[in-house]
Nanobody, 126 residues
Framework: VQLIESGGGLVQSGGSLRLSCAASGNFSRLNTMGWARQLPGEQRELIATITDRGTPNYLGSVEGRFTISRDNAMNTVALQMNALNPEDTAVYYC?????????????????????WGQGTQVTVSS
């Protein structure tokens, strides 16, 4: 599974950005998709996830400001980020947990594989 992110950049405090991620590969279903970020000098942390049925979950620090969505037909996940502040400056990573692959006719292989995108920089100026 390959994950390609887009949409990062520089924005002023209070502004908005939308991140997008497209997944490609020989899979039949992606279970959980999401976004993580890594602030300077800190560990990577998951900030938003969404199941294949569309149930979202957010880290408290972004809840109410960020909205995650996905398109199962297009294998994409997006993160709309509003009311950004300098503390949101980080590298943002697309994330997939759980991949189902087609196998012989009528069967599928369900895995717990995890994948990360290459990351996209988001910088919020004060």
């Amino acid at each position: 599974v390959q994950l390609i992110e887009s949409g990062g950049g520089l924005v002023q405090s209070g502004g908005s950005l939308r991140l997008s991620c497209a997944a490609s590969g020989n899979f039949s279903r992606l279970n959980t998709m999401g976004w993580a970020r890594q602030l300077p000098g800190e560990q990577r942390e998951l900030i938003a996830t969404i199941t294949d049925r569309g149930t979202p979950n957010y880290l408290g620090s972004v809840e109410g400001r960020f909205t995650i969505s996905r398109d199962n037909a297009m294998n994409t996940v997006a993160l709309q980020m509003n009311a950004l502040n300098p503390e949101d400056t980080a590298v943002y990573y697309c994330y997939v947990s759980g991949v189902t692959y087609p196998s012989r006719p009528g069967y599928q292989t369900v895995t717990n594989e995890k994948y990360w995108g290459q990351g996209t920089q988001v910088t919020v100026s004060s």
